[in-house]
């Protein structure tokens, strides 16, 4: 099973990142995924997530109406669309399912710095 985060970087007050991460070892359509942040210090957070067909999505108080999550089945691929970024929003970004939360597998994540 492999996690793979990628689209992080440095952005400045009110930019655009679109996060991605790569799924494979388990079937990835046949499950919700999520993406979640910690930042140095803090709790993680959830951050949004998605039903395994897309259909329904959820979003932090937050992040909602900044930030979209979305998927690509035929790809494997989580995405999470991040507009109107604040230097709140710095964390290091990873992606999950319940199960592989359960089983305590994780990607190296992306970070995300947020800074002018």
């Known amino acids: 099973v492999q996690l793979l985060e990628s689209g992080g970087g440095l952005v400045q007050p009110g930019g655009s990142l679109r996060l991605s991460c790569r799924v494979s070892?388990?079937?990835?359509?046949?499950?919700?995924m999520m993406w979640s942040r910690q930042a140095p210090g803090k709790e993680r957070e959830l951050v949004a997530d998605?039903?395994?067909?897309?259909?329904?999505?959820n979003y932090a108080d937050s992040v909602r109406g900044r930030f979209t999550i979305s998927r690509d089945n035929n790809k494997n691929t989580l995405y999470l669309q991040m507009n109107s970024l604040k230097p709140e929003d710095t964390a290091r970004y990873y992606c999950?399912?319940?199960?592989?939360?359960?089983?305590?597998?994780w990607g190296q994540g992306t970070q995300v710095t947020v800074s002018s």
């Open positions: 999950n399912s319940d199960w592989t939360i359960s089983v305590d597998i």
């Open positions: 070892g388990f079937t990835f359509s046949s499950a919700d």
């Open positions: 998605i039903t395994n067909t897309g259909s329904s999505t």
